[in-house]
């Protein structure tokens, strides 16, 4: 759903007094968030609602269309957003009221409650189209109707007036766990990836990929897997970075020759890939250990392996099809230095330095994510500042003590850190070309705010699902079902969670895509002896890679229009590149160390992670169809059946495997000689 394209564009600068409008409102939901973040002067309920009064408001005013394709009409858009943004405020004025008499609500809470969740539902539609919002409203029929359904899926019944309680008052509806996540961590980290994307996050990011692969064979294709990968670690979203980061990369391939399919197959395959690369993580890293009750870092830790085995396919995949085709890289000449890049716009990866620390150190990703937050602040007004000073010891004496006063947020709190920025943007305002830095920083604000609108809508409405399942059971009936499939055979079990999430993904973000068949589907497994964390990978995984996968593929429809070809091929060209996310998860499944579970031997994670490399150089060799020269059908399908043997969690699969891959190998070096000696004669 491209929705973009109708909405109010909106700036420092104005476009209009909507637009101004817009922008103020945007820039204060930045600063609630940070302020509720901070000291927590409200309590979660509130502060929740108020989080989705604030997104509503957005919503509306900033996509003003009433139905799809139609005119915009201002007065009721504005109408519809101050008034959900009102109805958020029944829970901070009646927060008392409502918690004495939970369970038995009056008249007017469930109108209240009523208009909220048609607002929410409205919103979502506006913001991703209607496949999200009618799954919400199948779940909503059958919490109202669902008694009357034959069987194990009937349930007792409820009332129109306990349904509506349960959803817009209590913490398992649309102000439930994915509400409070996006309220705080999810926030806070869109926030701090917009304030390094004004600051030139991207272009560093750019230029560094061209100058370490932009000059190899493919060259091109790399930069596009480099680049997105690395923007991953700062954006939450996935088609947002293809749409950010293809603006560049994906024309880049087609100059040098790529076809446009596949130019937009990598770009969408790598984009979609940040979203399960550290420390970030598309942000459901957050709501996973939320929902399992597990350290952050636990989950950081089962992701990092299977991330870097996704983009050394990607990598593989395009250098195979550079050879293949015969494609070059990027002259050396032309291509920047990434070391310039870096000394240039060093102070850039502090804050990400800085985030990735205090992860690993234990922090909470709350903390952490206000630490480099604050701090990409400080290095953003603090180096307007620094340039007006004259000579390099006193630039220096400034940053020493600029270090000194932001030290402070360990001992003396974030007042200290917010006072600090305080004062360098009240500098700014006196410095010469310290208000453009400050215009940065402003911004930022304004589009952390807008790039949370997705997120956050859709992390309300999908509490309507979590809240039916907990009300009717429905989750423990779904998981009842594939627990008896896996009896028989848990493979069966496992591609038929596969498919349901990527059904379910069709059209739908991931992060409520993870939400959904983690409340459906990793029970179950978990059920089957599938590792707790695991087990949400496996889901989480799958979603990601619905965005990838015909016939509704969001990334490969956002990479479409740059690419000039249909978002159809694009997806069937992604699906080629990303082939070994379709197969990790099951590899994870039957061999827990790929994801660093249990107490894993260090041998047993370099056996497991060398054979995961070897079955990814073979399905690409099977896909592409080349090695050092072309590969014929026959031995096509015999690095397929390879692969697949090193895959399968059987007795003597695994030396069967590793034996063929010898022989394949050999018998390609001897093809090559063969070739090279007749090509000498």
Known sequence: MSESARSIPFGWDGHGLQGRALFLIAVAFSLFQIVVAAWHPLSSQVVRAIHVGFLLLLTFTLLQHWLPGGRRVAPLAWLLGLSAFGLAFYHWIFESDLIVRAGDPTTA???????????????????????????CATFFAYALFGQHLPGDLAHRGYPYEQLVEHLAFGTEGIYGIPTYVSATYIFLFILFGAFLEQAGMIRLFTD???????????????????????????????????????????????????????????????SMGGQIMPPVMGAVAFIMAETIGVAYIEIVKAAIVPAILYFVTAFWMVHLEAGRAGLHGIPKEDCPDPWVAVRRNWYLLLPLAMLVFLLFSGYTPLFSGMVGL??????????????????????????????????????????????????????????????DT??????????????????????????????????????????????????????????????????????????????????????ALLELGVPLIVSHMFVFYFGILADLTPPVALAAFAAAPIAGVSGMRIGVQAVRIALAGFVVPFMAVYAPELMLQGDPGALAVIYIVFKAL??????????????????????????????????????????????STAAFVVWQIVRRRRAAATAAV
């Not at 409650?113 to 919103?123: H, I, K, P």
């Not at 079955?615 to 015999?638: D, H, K, M, N």
Request: aromatic fraction near 8%.
């Open 614 to 659: 070897i079955a990814i150089g073979l399905w690409g060799i099977a896909s592409i169809g080349y090695l050092w020269q072309p590969v014929g059908w026959t031995e096509r399908f015999w690095a397929l059946v390879t692969a697949v043997c090193l895959v399968a969690a059987l007795p003597i699969t695994d030396e069967i495997g590793l034996a």
């Open 374 to 435: 604050s701090l990409t602040a400080v290095l953003i007004l603090g180096a307007a500042v620094a340039m007006r000073l004259s000579g390099k010891a006193l630039r220096f004496a400034f940053w020493i003590a600029l270090g000194i006063f932001c030290s402070g947020f360990f001992k003396w709190g974030i007042s200290a850190v917010l006072a600090v920025i305080a004062a360098l943007a009240l500098i700014c305002l006196y410095v010469s070309g310290g208000r």
């Open 438 to 523: 400050l215009r940065i920083a402003v911004n930022a604000l304004a589009d952390g705010a807008r790039h949370a609108l997705p997120v956050g809508v859709a992390c309300a409405l999908v509490g309507v699902i979590i809240g039916v399942l907990t009300l009717t059971g429905a989750g423990t009936t779904f998981a009842n079902a594939i627990i008896s499939l896996g009896k028989d055979s848990l493979l069966l079990s496992l591609v038929l969670t596969m498919l349901v999430c990527l059904l379910l993904g069709m059209g739908i973000p991931t992060i409520p895509n993870y939400i959904i068949t983690s409340s459906l589907a990793a029970p």
């Open 109 to 135: 809470d469930i109108v209240v409650g009523s208009v909220t969740l048609l607002f929410v539902f409205e919103a979502a539609r506006r913001m991703m189209g209607p496949a999200l919002p009618l799954i």
């Open 208 to 270: 560094f990929a061209l100058g370490t692969v932009g000059h190899t064979r493919g060259g091109p294709a790399k930069v596009s897997v480099v680049t997105s990968g690395m923007m991953g670690t700062i954006n939450g979203s996935g088609v947002a970075n293809v749409v950010t980061t293809g603006q560049f990369t994906i024309p880049l391939m087609k100059r040098f020759g790529y076809r446009p399919e596949f130019a937009g197959g990598v770009e969408a395959t790598s």
